[in-house]
């Protein structure tokens, strides 16, 4: 077999994290990423495109030849990229890891993901599902669920998307400004309302080729900004993986009661879906619920993901990518991996950018992921609110968090912010 030539999209840490796996591949010749970061200038060629940017990226993938294209975030997949690059007899040799834009409405629409976990028997939150005509119906339907109320808009919002109200009124009104007054613009032109679920979340990641499918390793991703999980909601602050539940019988009734079903679902419905599926889950006492899926990996949960797989990653996206992923096994290291986001002072709200990060060098044996930040000459700035992801492997997770905390403590750039108890709910006492 001829090497591979690799196109990745997109531009943060998970993207980082990918390309620095794939590029120890065997298998490969080069990999470019579009538009890619500090980091991925390291491992990869960065081309400067859009994630979005269609037209540039076919014109990309006949000059440099590209074989394989895999997709980072959703936006490019909800958007179409399967389906342009398909429908282009000029570049439909070209492979691709992630679904198609019916695939993609698994994290595109909650009321579509939603649908099809009902129709799958696949255990999630009693919901109901209203458009602006039925604001008094979902008004009235909140009568039938206890406190916190969930309200989640039903398309895209950039990871805003999701109310949980403690009080009635308050939640009506809520549902008043989404429904009537476009808070989400045309993503809350719908709206699922569903009930609470109590316990303790973690992510699920499967690569699949719509029939075949492996299970990377799970992670626990710490989404609000401030410690003990407080304050507001953000990309995610740091993840861990294993998570220390997620093993025995609640794996098996995972596999069982949620994986299974959704791969069959796909395929009985006839979706074809080549990429990665995120099952985002909550443990309620045992038993697993699927609060979301999407249709790609999590950031930042990737960051502790893939320095745990020890397979050839670019073996099994390709595999995915030609349907051919049946008999393929992945290896995973057992150590701990602990990930903890450096973020710009003011994030998730306003932030500065452009700040000279130092100390990138000094670190050693764990892995620095890059998320926003630039290479500008030869000084990596911060160009974002997440900046940089700092990972490391240990026999444990009390040995992985401190080695992960002491090289931060060489990082620095102005203002920078990290939780310092990323973990905390899962060290055993
Ligand atoms: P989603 O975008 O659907 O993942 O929701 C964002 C976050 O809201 C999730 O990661 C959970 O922390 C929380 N959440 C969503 N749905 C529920 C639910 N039914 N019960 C409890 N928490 C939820
Ligand atoms: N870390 C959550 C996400 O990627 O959506």
Known sequence: MNKLRVLLLGGGGREHAIAWKISQSELLDHLFVAPG???????????????????????????????????????????????????????????????????????????????????????TARFGEFDAEQ?????????????????????????????????KQEAARALHEMLLDGKFGKASSKVVIEEFLEGIELSVFVLTDGSDYVILPEAKDYKRIGEGDKGLNTGGMGSISPVPFAQGSFMEKVVERIIEPTINGLAQEGIPYNGFVFI?????????????????????????????????????LWNCGNSTLAGS??????????????????????????????????????????????????????????????????????????????????????????????????KKD
Request: glycine share 10%.
């Open 280 to 316: 985002g889950l909550m443990n309620v006492n045992g038993e697993p619920q699927v609060i979301e899926y999407n249709c790609r990996m999590g950031d930042p949960e990737t960051e502790s993901v893939i320095p745990r797989i020890k397979s050839d990653l670019l073996e099994l």
């Open 135 to 167: 604001l008094n119906d979902a008004i009235r339907f909140l009568d039938g669920f206890n406190p916190p109320y969930v309200l989640k808009a039903d398309g895209l919002a950039a990871g805003k998307g999701v109310l949980i109200i403690d009080d």
């Open 329 to 426: 096994e992945i290896v995973i290291d057992q150590r701990t991996a602990a990930c903890v986001m450096v973020v710009s002072g003011g994030y998730p709200e306003n932030y500065e950018k452009n700040k000279l990060i130092t100390g990138l060098d000094s670190v050693k044996e764990s892995f620095v992921f890059q998320a926003g930040t630039k290479l500008v000459g030869s000084e990596i700035r911060s160009s974002g609110g997440r900046v940089i992801a700092i990972t490391s492997l240990a026999e444990n997770l009390d040995a992985a968090l401190s080695m992960t905390y002491k090289r931060l403590s060489n990082i620095d750039f102005e203002n920078m912010y990290f939780r310092k108890d990323i973990g905390f709910d899962l």
């Open 37 to 123: 970061n500090g980091g991925t200038a390291e491992v990869a060629t960065n081309l400067d495109f859009s994630e979005t940017d269609f037209n540039a990226l076919k014109s990309a993938l006949l000059e440099h030849k590209i074989d394989l294209v895999v997709v980072g975030p959703e936006a490019p997949l909800v958007m179409g990229v399967r389906e342009f690059i398909e429908e282009d007899s000029a570049i439909n040799h070209v492979k691709i890891v992630g679904p198609g834009m019916v695939g993609a409405q698994l994290e595109g629409s909650k009321s579509f993901s939603k649908r099809f976990m009902q129709r799958h028997s696949i255990p």
